[in-house]
């Protein structure tokens, strides 16, 4: 075995492990028959589970798999992050907001994403340990371009949420 | 911007699927 399969193994089982967990914790925490919009959960942990890293594994399906993945990073971000506000610690003090509400699991969930990362870098860039990080930070697949995304669609989400009730 | 080949689908009609979306989501996302 080289070292690229043995690092990509590596990744690949941090990526399905992390996802699962999150799987499950969904599904313990709030089961989809309490709510429909405990789906969505369901649904990305399905993803997450298995599409992202069959994805992944396939050399031209590996940018849709770094693609889905951050998506669905950022549908995860933005469902806590609505789901948070709507259970507003009271009172809402710093050490509740950053105990009480979803933002450690947030934070959680930003591994997956930095995990994608790594195996989409690694295989898209390769594994010279010299080799200069070059490329805009705002254009795919830089992490810039992922902070434009989360900033569009939280928008989006939140004018839809306020205007289309 | 021409480069732009996800899905085979043209960048504008990507991005106008992706605002239906999550118009949607946000409508229908309720906790």
Do not use: C
């Amino acid at each position: 075995m080289t070292i690229r399969t043995y690092v990509k193994s590596t990744l690949f089982l941090a990526l399905i492990a992390i996802s699962l967990g999150g799987l499950l914790l969904h599904l313990r925490i709030h089961p989809a028959s309490q709510n429909t919009s405990n789906f969505l959960p369901i649904v990305s942990g399905i993803l997450s589970v298995i599409v992202v890293p069959l994805l992944f594994s396939g050399k031209k399906t590996i940018g849709y798999g770094y693609t889905l993945n951050g998506f669905l990073v950022i549908i995860g971000t933005i469902g806590m992050a609505h789901f948070a506000i709507d259970h507003w610690p009271e009172p809402a003090t710093f050490e509740s907001i950053v105990l009480k509400t979803t933002l450690p699991d947030i934070i959680v969930l930003w591994t997956k994403f930095f995990v994608g990362k790594a195996i989409f870098d690694l295989e898209l860039f390769g594994y010279d340990p010299g080799r200069s990080k070059v490329g805009v930070t705002y254009r795919y697949p830089n992490t810039g371009w992922w902070i434009v995304h989360l900033v569009a669609i939280s928008t989006v989400y939140t004018i839809s949420g306020w205007l289309w009730r | 911007m021409n480069k732009f080949k996800m899905f085979s689908l043209n960048w504008w009609v990507l991005h106008i699927l992706a605002l239906i979306f999550f118009i949607f989501l946000g409508h229908a996302i309720h906790f």
